[in-house]
């Protein structure tokens, strides 16, 4: 064997020239993207077709494969990163990153045997030096005590043959260390063991046999040469691994024991590769053993000559190598391309597929079943050569290979098993659990077992239901080019797409029907015959049963030339199911055109109808509208805040003397929150903005007059719903005020009216069919009327109290409008609302002096009681459907509620003051505002 050095400096060059492509390594999509220079330095790569699999996604990732050999170099860049782990039965220490070495006694020959085989599996893709097979796999690394021996070794000086003594010593020095590996790793439960190891050496004309498997003679004289190896390889068989094995370099017509065990001890034969070495012409290497008796569970894989095969140095760098031990793991870098595509895959599974869709070269007795080909691997099995029984375990993937012999399938498990290609095979097809996908053809006969589901749109030659049926991939045609049965409890899945296209079964022999056929899918529209079976040589039997979750439309069968299902309007009204009285408002004012909806509203009309039960109280509080409602309700609720505002500054204005005028601004902020009652939602209406206002006195009777100005932005959301308003507010208010001495105290009263403008829009977001959002813009005025009269009394010589009684009527005018955005618009005329109030409190007053200026503070507690259109109403329409008028309710205002205030004012000089004053209503309905202003006297 020979090996040759890359040079430190082509090192550092070819870092510089593939540092770029490795940055786009994990991006590269197409075939050609992933041959780098990295990939092109192992030419092993091509050989198998690795940037194939690659192509496809498969890079081992998630994967760990475990190796028995002569340990690896943990600090080596390509490796570090891919040890999960493992032990150095030499130094008693296990493998960690970075942690371990090769115990390699001719690493100064062969740069490190086991750190070589490691780089093949999975060295990283760096854009340095070469990479692995699976270069996003992990490793799980044994170091034995006996240095594999299969390689195309030179000879060595001592010629001298061994004493059978010392030959019976070796093995049996071998027998126990290379046990004690495998059982470690069997330990793991590992997917893929790889073993470029060997245990017959006939070099040299004067070695005596055993030289290759067959030599042994009989099971018996294997067990008893080495019967710890095959104990371990019955745990690693039992652990559910794949041994990887190389066949051995000494040109033998069969493989090496440890290959070849199964033809002694046939229990292992599942779970076993041998594989043989291809030189870089991909003839058989001269060294390598042949398939020979393992031929049945026998490939080829590149293991070189001449450089040989590029890979890790243990002493760093990389190195040339040679051997059948270098060809093994390309197959176990290729298993776990193939575990991580088909993660449920057994033992058996991986075996069968790197078998079977190896490229055949010739003579079986040589090359087994051919040149290992990962690019075809990945797309699963090609050949079924007994029963390929698998559990899918809930994933989801798809075999793409043509697949021929005379096997069956056998699919079981949750998850979904899809084949797209021309398969050929000839045993039976059994779908026992989760779905099987026909989406090329099948010649196998179909058997669909109770928990199992049979669909696609491809060709099948015949079918036996007693699961499921469920032609297509969601909507699509499964053709049964010969006999279809149904049988009793056996399901026929129908399902129309939004498009009205349906499944369809196609037979073309005959088709019996019995059990259950189900609607899904959808929408149904009403009045179309949907054809779904046609059988050419006619159809017998009936469906005993229809089932459905449609809660206002019913199926009747059709026959004729082909079976069809037509769907039609049934008796049930849509407000049989509605929740609430809004609900069912909306409800009533669908109804009447269900049975011929208008075009411009078929999407609502078809969800509503092929609606479940369940379903309908949801997609009727959608269609309702409520945010029109609450912002009457947002709106009207607040319309005591410009007189409460006025209220304040005029009790200001009363302590203004002579003819001082007073000019203030109030900055506000208020969050209210008006319950839902069931049939309403929840509204939070959020102000913010500010008033302008002044007022002087008028003549010498104490009487002042003011007017203030005011913006204001509401921002209203329903609760729990994509439903939002927003309204611009601007408002002109006029208001005056007097007091009259009585008594010990004073008669005041403030009284006032107000004009606002509101500029709303709207928007609310539907998940109706398609999601729709539906926006309105338009206009509301308000009108309002107010008065307070209070008694104030000195308490003390700083503070004082005043019982107090006020009204506001307040009169709402909303404006017409026309959503727009989906077919679910509404539309609304003018209307108009009302709400009064009147409220009873006390509020006190005391002033505190601070150094040269004062600090008044006041609080108040009060009972409101409102009256009038105290649950606010909006009466809409759908746009597009004439007569639809209902009327829908918001979250109602409260009647009575408690009131309370806070202020603090800090008069900072004569004529210039500024304070802090909350407000709070407490009842049904809450808010909170808040207000910051300053005032100043002329």
Request: glycine share 12%; proline share 5%; with cysteine.
């Amino acid at each position: 064997m020979m090996s040759y050095k890359i040079s430190k400096t082509d090192l550092l060059l070819q870092a510089c020239l593939l540092s770029l492509a490795a940055l786009s390594a994990a991006q590269a999509a197409s075939v050609q993207d992933w041959k780098t220079m990295e990939y092109r330095r192992q030419p092993g790569l091509k050989m198998i077709r690795a940037a194939e699999a690659y192509a496809l996604g498969y890079t081992g990732k998630g994967v760990t494969v475990g190796y028995l050999d002569t340990g690896i170099a943990a600090s080596h860049p390509e490796l570090s990163s891919a040890i999960a782990g493992g032990f150095d039965f030499n130094a008693g220490t296990p493998y960690a990153p970075g942690s371990g070495i090769d115990q390699d006694p001719d690493a100064a020959k062969d740069g490190g045997h086991g750190s070589h085989v490691a780089g093949i599996i999975a060295a990283r893709r760096d854009g340095v030096g070469m990479h692995g097979v699976a270069f996003n796999s992990k490793l799980v690394a044994v170091a034995s005590q006996v240095p594999p021996q299969d390689e195309d070794d030179e000879d060595d000086d001592d010629d001298t043959p061994p004493t059978p003594e010392e030959r019976a010593e070796a093995i049996a020095f071998s027998d126990r260390s290379l046990s004690q590996g495998w059982n470690y790793l069997a330990g793991f439960k590992l997917p893929v063991i790889n073993s470029s190891l060997g245990v017959n050496d006939c070099n040299n004309a004067s070695d005596p046999p055993p030289c290759n498997v067959a030599d042994y003679g009989s099971a018996q004289a294997a067990l008893e040469t080495h019967p710890l190896t095959i104990e371990a390889f019955r745990n690693s068989t039992a652990a559910g691994s794949l041994m990887v094995v190389s066949t051995g370099n000494e040109s033998q017509p069969h493989p090496d024991l440890l290959a070849g065990a199964p033809y002694w001890f046939p229990e292992l034969k599942d779970n076993w590769l041998a594989v043989t070495a291809l030189n870089e012409d991909g003839n058989l290497a001269w060294y390598a053993n042949r398939c020979g008796v393992a031929s049945e569970w026998c490939l080829a894989a590149p293991g070189g000559n001449n450089p040989g095969i590029y890979s890790v140095d243990s002493k760093g760098g990389y190195t040339y190598l040679n051997g059948t031990s270098m060809a093994a793991p390309h197959v176990a870098g290729a298993a776990a391309l193939v575990k991580e595509a088909f993660p449920y895959f057994t033992a058996y599974h991986l075996q069968q597929t790197l078998l079977t869709t190896a490229t055949s070269m010739g003579d079986p007795e040589i090359y087994g079943w051919g040149l290992l080909n990962a690019g075809k691997a990945v797309r699963g099995p090609a050949q079924f050569t007994r029963l390929f029984d698998v559990d899918t375990l809930g994933f989801d993937s798809t075999f793409s290979n043509d697949i021929s012999g005379n096997g069956g399938l056998s699919k079981r498990g949750q998850g979904s098993l899809q084949l797209t290609g021309h398969n050929t095979y000839t045993g039976p097809t059994t779908v026992s659990g989760g779905r099987l996908a026909v989406n090329g053809t099948l010649a196998s006969a179909v058997t669909v077992e109770p928990g199992g589901t049979l669909g696609g749109s491809g060709v099948v030659s015949q079918v036996e239901n007693y699961g499921t049926l469920a032609p297509g991939n969601s909507v699509g045609t499964l053709t049964v080019s010969g006999d279809y049965t149904a049988h009793e409890g056996s399901v026929h899945e129908l399902e129309v797409g939004p498009a009205g296209a349906t499944d369809r079964l196609v037979v073309g022999g005959k088709a019996h029907l019995a059990g259950t056929l189900k609607l899904a899918g959808g929408p149904y529209r009403q009045n179309v015959p949907y054809s779904f079976l046609q059988a050419g040589q006619g159809v017998t039997g009936e469906f005993s049963h229809i089932t459905y979750s449609m809660a206002f439309l019913s199926p009747t069968l059709l026959h004729g030339h082909d079976l069809s299902l037509l769907i039609q309007r049934n008796d049930v009204p849509f407000a049989r199911f509605a929740a609430t009285a809004n609900q069912r408002a909306v409800a009533h004012a669908l109804d009447p055109a269900s049975a011929q909806p208008p075009a411009a509203m078929t999407e609502v009309y078809n969800t509503v109808l092929n609606a479940e039960a369940g379903q309908v109280a949801g997609y009727m509080e959608q269609l309702q509208g409520q945010v029109h409602a609450g912002a009457v309700s947002a709106l009207l609720g607040n319309g005591d805040l410009l007189p409460r505002t006025l209220v304040r500054q005029a009790g200001a204005a009363r302590r203004a003397t002579g003819q001082d005028t007073m000019l203030w601004v109030d900055v506000i902020q208020q969050r209210r929150d008006l319950d839902g009652d069931g049939n309403s939602r929840d509204v939070r209406h959020d102000v913010g903005g500010l008033f302008l206002g002044g007022d002087t006195a008028l003549g010498s009777q104490g009487w002042r007059l003011g007017a203030a100005l005011g913006y204001l932005e509401n921002r209203i959301k329903l609760d729990e719903r994509d439903q939002s308003a927003r309204s611009n507010s601007y408002s002109a208010a006029l208001y005056g005020t007097q007091s009259w001495q009585a008594g010990p105290g004073s008669l005041n009263l403030m009284a006032g009216g107000a004009y606002t403008r509101h500029s709303l829009d709207s928007r609310r977001q539907l998940e109706l069919g398609s999601p729709q959002t539906l926006k309105a813009d338009y206009r509301a005025r308000s009108v309002q009327a107010f008065a307070q009269l209070g008694y104030g009394m000195p308490v003390g010589e700083r503070s004082q109290i005043e019982p107090y009684a006020s009204v506001n009527w307040h009169q709402l005018r909303q404006g017409s409008f026309t959503e727009h955005g989906g077919q679910a618009a509404l539309r609304a005329d003018a209307q108009r609302q009302d709400l009064s109030t009147m409220t009873l409190g006390l509020r006190g007053k005391t002033t505190l002096e601070i150094k040269s200026a004062s600090l008044a503070l006041t609080a108040g507690l009060g009972w409101r009681h409102a009256m009038g259109d105290t649950t606010p109403e909006r009466r809409l329409a759908f746009a597009a459907l004439p007569g639809s008028d209902f009327r829908i309710s918001g979250a109602p205002i409260a009647k009575n509620a408690a009131v309370a205030e806070l202020g603090a004012e800090l008069l900072a000089s004569e004529r210039t003051s500024f304070g802090l004053n909350y407000q709070g209503q407490f009842g049904r309905n809450q808010d909170h505002a808040g207000s910051l202003f300053l005032k100043v006297k002329f």
